[in-house]
């Protein structure tokens, strides 16, 4: 685990002009969006607006059919799938709604699953993985499997194993989706502070306009489109 000291304002990742097409319907229209080092951007918009598709394109999980994707001195759209594949596994980290474990492994495993699959030892993969863990408050929980553990402590986990690898960038699509309200705070937060612990910086689609009003910025799509100045975060 480090400390992230990145400036606040560096823009880690754009997307410039992005537009995708599904069959005749255009999920994204052309937006422009950038992730900041060390934010906490969260995505909103109405159901169908683009947001899983923005999320997906950025993460470099779907190819832009228009627009570029900047990470670094990288252009994301341009990669090759395996490419992509691996720019994901090292740079990228994944939350979904429900946390995607793996029912048979423990938590500690889950966690630790990734960086073994990147070639790190299954011993600096297994303390990794404990110390994240820890880190969330699941100390103690280490050997339980994903189906003994609450909700809340699932998303934990997988934030744990979004985090172990260190990536630059977090995305969250609804993390706090299957959650009750109080839960899905506590999740959001320690997302947030886990972020902060490394200086990674977080994109999070939302439908939740509490949970996106306490991130470091909203922006707001609409049909495909950055709503710019819209006002994401009111009512
Ligand atoms: N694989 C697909 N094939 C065809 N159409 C798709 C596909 N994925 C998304 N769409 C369409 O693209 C549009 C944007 O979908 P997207 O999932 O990005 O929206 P969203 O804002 O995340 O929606 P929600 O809030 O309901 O999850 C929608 O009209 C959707 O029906």
Redesign the pocket.
Request: net charge positive; charged share 5%.
């Given at each position: 685990m480090q400390q992230g000291h990145i400036p606040a304002s560096r823009t880690v990742l754009a997307g410039h002009g992005l537009a995708k097409q599904?069959?005749e319907?255009w999920?994204l229209g052309g937006a422009d969006i950038e992730v900041r080092a060390g934010e906490v951007l969260a995505i909103v918009?109405?159901?169908?607006?683009?947001?899983?598709?923005?999320l997906h394109v950025l993460a470099g999980i779907l190819r832009p059919d228009r627009g570029e994707v900047v990470f670094g001195a990288r252009r994301v759209d341009q990669l090759s799938e395996t490419k992509r594949s691996e720019l994901r596994r090292h740079e990228f980290g994944f939350v979904f709604q429900q946390g995607m474990l793996v029912g048979e492994l423990t938590a500690e495993e889950n966690v630790a699953l990734p960086l073994l699959l990147g070639g790190t030892d299954r011993r600096t993969a297994t303390g990794t993985a404990r110390e994240w863990l820890a880190a969330l408050g699941l100390g103690g929980m280490e050997q339980r499997l994903p189906g003994q553990l609450s909700g809340g402590q699932a998303q934990r986990v997988a934030i744990a194993r979004a985090m172990a690898h260190d990536p630059k960038v977090i995305f969250a699509d609804e993390p706090t989706g299957a959650l009750d309200t109080r839960t899905g705070e506590a999740t959001m937060r320690a997302l947030a502070d886990s972020a902060s612990r490394t200086g990674a910086a977080v994109v999070v689609?939302t439908?939740d306009r509490e949970l996106a009003a306490r991130c470091s910025r909203v922006v707001e799509?609409r049909d495909?489109l950055i709503a710019t100045g819209a006002p994401a975060v009111a009512g």
């Open positions: 599904y069959g319907h999920a918009g109405p159901s169908g607006s683009g947001k899983t598709t923005m689609v439908h799509i495909g």
